[in-house]
């Protein structure tokens, strides 16, 4: 009450002295404090994406939780700069002519909670993951897992019921949820509170976790590799917009994002103050058909939607050139399966598509719902889509955009007609023909069943030279294009941005992040 | 002379009203007619054009599909218009009914009534509409309908108060003691009393309609593509603000003058049709 | 009525307030389409793992009895757990880590409202009709007239970007660095208060004007009283009463209107919890977050009448 009956003059004043005092708490000591080298802080932003509901790996299924997986764990392997596979928490192993696996583990690995990891901790993972009552999204990596034994403290042998192809690949420390976890530390925390407070062998610990907001991490005193990782801390902010990673960014807010908005890469690119990382990604996107509905039921009408867009210009487009056309669904860098010939139903060809659309049962003015979410690049490929689809042939096809979760539920309850959907960072070719093409695949939401298919998706399964097994998926993605279960529309590039200070950040194909933090360093 | 040539007569002599209603006229105009005789279409996509700044041939540069971004908002102007009337419309006549009733009948219902729209009150009017778009589903009728509820409650508090003042006037006892029906005094001596601050809230509301919508769109909750509305227009523009700046800041500036002008208006009108600050708008 | 009373009627009535609005968003939410089994158990969720969790969570029992179960764990203070977010994060210790950051905003940008707006409308009023007055309201009729989340893009754009006085992204929590929060806010603050200080000086100045053509401030003047001690005694003690409504008003729009705001900088506060909250039927936090609005919506309300009657005690409630 006293401040309001000072007279004008003094608000006058008052309102200098405000102005003043937001000058000085300018000057006030905000940017948090980085030291020299050792014990620097690293601020990794994940960027367009702010969920993260569990950091357990026989749980974990949505990408953010990776990065930060990738950072406090290890899988038996992992890729190298040059995407080989090489050991990891094995010292080194063995492939037998059976398929069989036989690791021989690094002695010295100790969790964060300081206990011993040995062959029983990596015989209880695998078990886990394999138990139907624990019914983990990731089961199906190692479903082709008949027996794990623990020989010795660091000695694992892992027996396939048929030989199974893609088992090296989906022990490595991807997108797999095999990371090995503390049979001591789950089983007294439970599963639930393990989520939450995770323990690994990684070279960091979570710190501190706040939902929606940030991961805390810090250096493990613990990590097997010696004068591993260079950085003290990693402060990791959820920020679900891409573009304000990049003002957070430019802005010295962090120093590091996990993507990069597609318009903005070129200009980005010119500037001396940031790097941009950008690389052909292994990732696939396409419009999901059902099948079981009207009127993607009909193969011709099917193949005149492909046959009715121009994939470069959507390249153009919704990616501003960042990535590729793509003819099927394995991605160009996965070159040992990848056939690079185009084919003729994925290539723009009005008169052929019209053909097609004649075969069809259904005709000019037939409507359909395409689902799509967000306001990004997702809804700009439905925008697109549709838009050249229906200017092609005529039909009245429109963009239904919910969100993500909304999209997802509803494929898989075949609640739909065509969908906009993909699939990031799979390493493996089973990863994008079999789970999604085959009749019982898991992320079949198309209802698409070819028996043919099967038999040589499962050959392909079972195939342990790559050289063979790269000629049969090359064989498959021919035989599938024909019956156009899923029209492909393309890759795109993986980006990182990072700041000068940064160094020892090495990008690979499949979005990692959290496992390249143990060689980086800040200036 | 006639009531409403006084009437225009001060409204053209009330400087702010003047300035409204002409910003409002050009706004008007170019939404119903503009948009037509633009050569490009608001719709189609032109890849060869993405984000190009404003130039002669774009005024207000393109779009991250090639559209030309001045067509756009001259359609999206008019859709977001008309959502926003919409809703007021139907926030007006169900709220004014709903108090005239609650004050002319008073007691129970009044307070129940009163009670509903106070609840409604309490919700922060963007969370409300957020909440209603992402519980009925996303496009324009559930936009139209969430600006409503919103905007319910204001008329219906604003209708009481101002029933309650004009229930007791010796006219409108008059008209009871001679047995007209409780409808009729309603509208014929209330209403035509009452209408004018109604009015003046009305256009109040339609500017805020305006940003609600657009708030909504712009979280993607609002109009679907490719229909534009100002708010879509803007979310586009915000998708690519490193790139094409433009967009975003030239639609936001027009919706600012769009709302310029219908604040100016209703403020004039305010001024003219408040007994007490009659004698400020006579300047 | 003795004013006792009185203020317990209106907090009985607040309390009903609550609770009926609570029971109406809940009703609201169930029968939205959409199942948060699916959303959190997502990919290859077997039925049983889904009716498991229907089960554990009560969402097959009455609807009733679902929201009186509810309701009476919140009274004390437990609002239960999240069904999304992060598998099961207790929602109160969600609120209450970001309840601070929005109310700090709030003030944040109210103060700096009342402090440009306490001059703008003086000034406007004092000079009433002369050039100063007409820039004051134009300006101020420019500031409601902009849409907030265009002006903080402009904002971010000019002094973020462009001159690099601010940040452009991310805020401290007060609770962390009191001035590493009032320089971080510093942004959104003045984006989300441009329109209200706009309503704010217009509302007082046409309070002022008003009010200084009334008949006991002619009666004052001819008494001899000087015209400093009118002014402020008389005009504007008077003045602040609707002052002080409106502001009261804006809480609702601070609280719920900066949703986007938050989102746009990056801000943790309940706004954006509550929205993507709702996005994965998230029904608990979505409850939770509503009574918060309420309450804080029917607290500051109270004050507000409070305020009220002791600036005029001529005011009967």
């Known amino acids: 009450m006293a401040k309001r009956r000072r007279n004008g003059l003094s608000r006058r004043s008052l309102l200098k002295g405000a102005s003043a005092l937001a000058m000085t708490s300018l000057a006030g000591p905000w940017l948090v404090g980085r030291a020299g080298a050792a014990g620097a802080t690293l601020r990794a932003g994940i960027t367009g994406y702010d969920v993260i509901n569990t950091l357990d790996p026989g749980k974990a299924t949505l990408i953010p939780e990776y990065y930060v997986i990738w950072a406090i764990f290890n899988g038996l392997l992992k890729f190298d700069e040059k995407m080989e596979i090489v050991p990891d928490l094995a010292e080194s192993y063995k492939v037998e002519p059976d398929g069989s696996l036989e690791f021989k583990l690094h002695a010295n690995v100790k969790f964060h909670d300081g206990s011993a990891m040995t062959s029983e901790d990596v015989k209880f993972t695998l078990e886990r993951l394999l138990d139907d009552k624990f019914a983990s999204p990731n089961r199906s990596k190692v479903s082709a897992i008949d027996q794990v034994t623990a020989v010795d403290p660091t000695t694992v042998r892992i027996k396939t019921k048929e030989p199974f192809a893609p088992l090296l690949t989906f022990l490595t420390n991807a997108r797999t949820g095999t990371q090995i976890l503390p049979k001591g530390a789950v089983e007294q925390m439970g599963a639930e509170a393990f989520g939450r407070k995770p323990i690994g062998t990684g070279a960091f610990m979570v710190k501190e976790w706040t939902a929606k907001e940030r991961v805390a991490l810090e250096a493990s005193p613990h990590y097997f590799y010696q004068g591993l990782p260079k950085l003290g801390a990693v402060e990791m902010p959820l920020i679900p917009e891409e573009s304000s990673g990049v003002t957070a960014l430019l802005g010295n807010q962090i120093d590091l994002t996990s993507t990069a908005p597609f318009a903005d890469v070129p200009e980005l690119e010119k500037r001396t103050d940031i790097r941009v990382f950008r690389q052909a990604g292994l990732n696939t996107r396409f419009i999901a058909l059902n099948h079981r509905k009207p009127p993607f039921d009909d193969v011709h009408f099917r193949r005149a939607v492909s046959l009715a867009f121009d994939r470069e210009a959507m390249v153009k487009v919704v990616l501003f050139g960042e990535g590729v056309s793509s003819h099927g669904l394995i991605p160009p860098s996965l070159k040992f399966a990848y056939d690079p010939k185009p084919r003729e139903l994925t290539t723009f060809n009005a008169a052929r598509a019209k053909e097609e659309l004649a075969k069809s049962k259904y005709k000019a003015g037939t409507e359909a719902a395409i689902l799509t979410w967000g306001a990004g690049w997702w809804k700009r490929v439905a925008e697109v889509w549709t838009a050249q689809v229906n200017q092609t042939l005529g039909t009245v096809l429109r963009v239904e955009v919910t969100e993500a979760n909304t999209v997802y539920a509803r494929q898989r309850a075949g609640d739909f007609q065509g969908s906009v959907w993909g699939w990031l960072g799979f390493v493996d070719p089973d990863e994008y023909l079999y789970d999604v093409l085959y009749s019982k695949g898991y992320r079949n939401f198309q209802g698409y069943s070819n028996p043919k298919l099967d038999d040589l998706l499962v050959k392909a399964r079972q195939e342990l030279d790559r050289g063979k097994r790269g000629q049969l998926y090359k064989e498959a993605e021919a035989m599938m294009i024909e019956d156009m279960p899923i029209v492909p529309c393309f890759c795109s590039n993986v980006h990182n941005l990072a700041s000068t200070k940064v160094s020892g950040f090495v990008q690979l194909p499949y979005s990692n992040y959290g496992d390249t933090f143990q060689s980086i360093s800040i200036a | ?283 | 009525m003795s004013r006792a009373a009185a203020i317990s009627w209106r907090f009985l009535g607040i309390a009903l307030t609550v609770l009926v609005g609570a029971f109406a968003v809940f009703m609201v939410m169930k029968a939205a389409p959409g199942d948060p089994a699916l959303v959190v158990l997502g990919e290859q969720a077997p039925p049983e793992a889904v009716a498991a969790f229907h089960q554990r969570y009560h969402l097959d029992a009455p609807v009733l009895e679902q929201f009186w179960l509810w309701f009476v764990a919140a009274l004390g203070g437990d609002f239960g757990r999240s069904l999304t977010i992060a598998g099961g994060t207790s929602i109160s210790g969600l609120i209450a880590a970001r309840l601070p950051n929005t109310i700090f905003i709030g003030l944040y940008a109210l103060i700096l409202g009342v402090i440009v707006s306490l001059a703008m409308g003086t000034i406007a009023a004092l000079r009433r009709g002369r050039v100063a007055d007409t820039v004051a309201t134009s300006i101020a009729v420019l500031g409601i007239s902009m849409p907030d989340f265009w002006l903080s893009y402009v904002l971010v754009f000019a002094f973020a970007l462009g001159v690099g006085w601010f940040p452009s992204y991310g805020f401290v929590s007060p609770g962390q660095s009191l001035s590493g929060a009032l320089y971080s806010g510093f942004l959104p603050a003045v984006a989300i208060s441009a329109p209200m200080a706009a309503v704010f000086a217009r509302t007082l100045r046409a309070a002022l004007l008003e009010l200084a053509h009334r008949e006991f401030v002619t009666v004052a003047r001819s008494f001899g009283f000087a015209e400093v001690f009118i002014f402020l005694h008389f005009v504007f003690r008077n003045a602040l009463i609707p002052y002080v409504t409106v502001i009261g008003l804006q809480v609702r729009y601070l609280l719920g209107g900066v949703v986007v705001i938050e989102r746009i900088f990056g801000i943790a506060g309940v706004g954006s919890l509550m929205v993507d909250a709702a996005f994965g039927r998230d029904y608990p936090v979505v409850e939770a977050c509503a009574i918060t609005f309420l309450v804080i919506v029917l607290g500051v309300n109270f004050l507000v009448d409070l305020a009220c009657t002791f600036l005029d005690p001529r005011r009967a409630n």
């Open chain 2, 1 to 283: 002379m006639p009531l409403w040539r006084r009437r225009l007569g001060a409204l053209v002599r009330n400087r702010t009203a003047l300035a409204g209603a002409v910003i409002m006229a050009v706004v008007l105009a170019g939404i119903t007619l503009g948009a037509e005789l633009m050569p490009y279409s608001a719709v189609d996509m032109d890849f060869a054009n993405i984000l190009s700044p404003p130039s002669w041939a774009h005024p207000l540069g393109t779009d991250s599909f090639g559209r030309d971004v001045l067509t756009r908002v001259l359609y999206g102007g008019r859709i977001s218009l008309l959502i926003s009337f919409a809703g007021v419309l139907i926030a007006a006549a169900a709220g004014t009914l709903t108090g005239m009733a609650s004050a002319y009948h008073g007691g129970l219902t009044d307070a129940a009534l009163m009670r509903f729209s106070d609840l409604l009150f309490a919700f922060p009017s963007f969370v409300l509409a957020l909440f209603l778009m992402v519980v009925l589903g996303f496009g324009v009728q559930n936009v139209i309908l969430a600006i409503a509820l919103v905007y319910f409650p204001i008329f219906a508090r604003l209708a009481r108060n101002t029933t309650l003042l004009i229930k007791e006037e010796p006219f409108v006892q008059a008209a009871r003691l001679m047995g007209q029906g409780a409808l009729r005094i309603l509208f014929r001596e209330i209403l035509p009393n009452i209408a004018a601050p109604l009015v003046v809230q009305a256009s109040v509301g339609v500017a805020f309609g305006i940003v609600i919508e657009a708030g909504l769109s712009f979280l993607g909750l609002g109009v679907q593509p490719p229909i534009p509305s100002l708010g879509v227009i803007m979310a586009d523009g915000r998708e690519y603000f490193q790139r094409g700046p433009w967009v975003l800041t030239l639609t936001g500036l027009v919706i600012s003058i769009a709302l310029l002008g219908l604040n100016l208006l209703g403020d004039g009108l305010r001024d003219l049709t408040d007994p007490r600050l009659r004698r400020q708008a006579e300047l």
